[in-house]
């Protein structure tokens, strides 16, 4: 059974920076060709897409994140990792730590991000 363990989240000032890591664990060694990612939900709206790496490369990220989130992954490690930098108080959330492999979708239990003004 896959498990995402998060790290990271925090209470950041407008402006400031933030890392998020995600290591997955119980993969054993054929965690291969997967996507892995982050996902957002704040107060009362839903859940969204920050930002995807597929174990080959290709990125994906939303629109209102874009110049600011970097997302990496070590492929050895099974981690993915997130900087934010030039936070926003509208960043403010609890973001998810997400994989996609052989069919199913994992998600980590959440890590909160908050950002004062």
């Known amino acids: 059974q896959v498990q995402l363990v998060e790290s990271g989240g925090g209470s950041v000032q407008a402006g400031g920076s933030l890392r998020l890591s995600c290591a997955a664990s119980?993969?054993?060694?054929?965690?291969?060709?997967?996507?892995m990612g982050w996902f957002r939900q704040a107060p009362g709206k839903q859940r969204e897409l920050v930002a995807t790496?597929?174990?080959?490369?290709?990125?994906n990220y939303a629109d209102s994140v874009k110049g600011r989130f970097t997302i990496s992954r070590d492929n050895a490690k099974n981690t993915v990792y997130l900087q934010m930098n030039s936070l926003k108080p509208e960043d403010t959330a609890v973001y998810y730590c997400y994989a996609y492999w052989n069919l199913l979708t994992y998600w980590g239990q959440g890590t909160q991000v908050t950002v004062s003004s």
């Open positions: 790496k597929s174990s080959g490369g290709s990125t």
């Open positions: 119980g993969t054993g060694t054929t965690f291969t060709s997967n996507t």
